[in-house]
């Protein structure tokens, strides 16, 4: 099973931004189907946005036109940009790595805290 490692999580100011990394390596990184999911305190966990082996993305409605996913395949590292930032985004956020379409599982990365404040 792929190990995965997340890494820039932290604290921010409103407005700032931060960039959050995963790397997959070892794996067959260009099968997988790259997420960043988030879970803020008394929430349930969701899906930010996610990016096909192809690079074609998708992104949860309110942080479209601030997040940006990417992949860097020769890395095995997917990132999420985050923009413009509100407390609203406060949250862990997790990576995942998604092979069911070829029969596999989705595995989660530990989980990355970040904080909006002032």
């Known amino acids: 099973q792929v190990q995965l490692v997340e890494s820039g999580g932290g604290l921010v100011q409103p407005g700032g931004s931060l960039r959050l990394s995963c790397a997959a390596p070892?794996?067959?990184?260009?099968?997988?189907?790259m997420g960043w999911h988030r879970q803020a305190p008394g929430k349930q966990r969701e899906l930010v946005a996610e990016?096909?082996?192809?690079?074609?993305?998708m992104y949860l409605d309110s942080v479209k036109g601030r997040f940006t996913i990417s992949r860097d395949n020769a890395k095995k590292t997917a990132y999420l940009q985050m923009n413009s930032l509100s407390t609203d985004d406060t949250a862990v956020y997790y990576c995942?790595?998604?092979?069911?379409?070829?029969?596999?599982?989705?595995?989660w990365g530990q989980g990355t805290q970040v904080t909006v404040s002032s």
């Open positions: 990016i096909t082996p192809g690079g074609a993305p």
């Open positions: 995942t790595a998604d092979l069911r379409r070829y029969g596999g599982n989705v595995t």
């Open positions: 070892g794996s067959i990184f260009t099968k997988y189907i």
